[in-house]
């Protein structure tokens, strides 16, 4: 079964602050995407990640994918309010074009 | 700017209604989705299309059926709406010929049942 693992799936953090989160998917992908949500709205594209050792950087937002791990990172840099949102990873579902979601995390940034 | 839309950002309807949710976009993409977002559940996928009349279920096609008759218009059908299907309605897009899925979404619809 293709899954995909977020974690943390709730964030709360300072102003200012670093952090990371993580996304760990179990099929042979080397595509993956990250979308924003803000509360009550619909999912915004961030990023797309299509090859091993991709890395992208939008503001104070960078993401990055190792194929060979399984994994790609959504990294903050200096915190800012206005990045609270829901942080959604997917990865191809190998058939139809379908994406696979993970759950999702929830991150709240204070002042 | 890839745009898709959704006929209804709020709908609340009676148990036992039959409710038409509609998704247009207008990128002529080939592949279109219907999603529920439910707190603490995610992304769960009703049915998608990859062609014109072509449909496929999703992961919880229970309830419902979908339409597209044309490209550009992906319709979600409620036969009979139920106050389990109170929920966030998500349509997406996306293309076949850009070498990735990346999916376009629309604003949504919360649709309540009552």
């Known amino acids: 079964e293709l899954k995909v693992e977020q974690n943390p799936l709730f964030l709360s953090m300072q102003e200012g602050k670093n952090y990371t989160i993580y996304c760990n998917y179990s099929t042979t992908s080397d595509r993956l995407y990250w979308y924003r949500q803000d509360p009550g709205k619909s999912l915004e594209s961030l990023f797309v990640?299509?090859?091993n050792g991709a890395v992208k950087q939008e503001g104070r937002l960078m993401a990055s994918l190792d194929t060979k791990a399984r994994l790609s990172t959504l990294h903050i840099t200096a915190a800012v309010h206005d990045l609270s949102a829901t942080y959604f990873c997917a990865v191809d579902g190998g058939s139809n074009y379908q994406l696979i979601w993970g759950a999702g995390t929830k991150l709240i940034i204070k002042p | 700017d890839v745009k898709v839309t959704q006929s209804s950002r709020y709908l609340v309807k009676r148990t036992g209604e039959k409710v038409f949710l509609e998704c247009v976009q207008d990128?002529?993409?080939?592949?279109m989705f219907w999603y529920r977002q439910d707190p603490g559940l995610g992304l769960r996928l009703i049915y998608f299309s990859y062609d014109v009349k072509m449909k496929e279920k999703g992961d919880i096609p229970e309830g419902y059926s979908v339409s597209r008759e044309k490209k550009e218009r992906f319709s979600l059908i409620l036969e009979s709406a139920s106050t389990n299907q109170t929920s966030m309605y998500l349509c997406a897009s996306s293309s076949s010929g850009t070498g990735n899925y990346e999916q376009y979404f629309g604003p949504g619809t919360r649709l309540t049942v009552t």
């Open positions: 990640l299509l090859s």
């Open positions: 990128m002529d993409h080939e592949n």
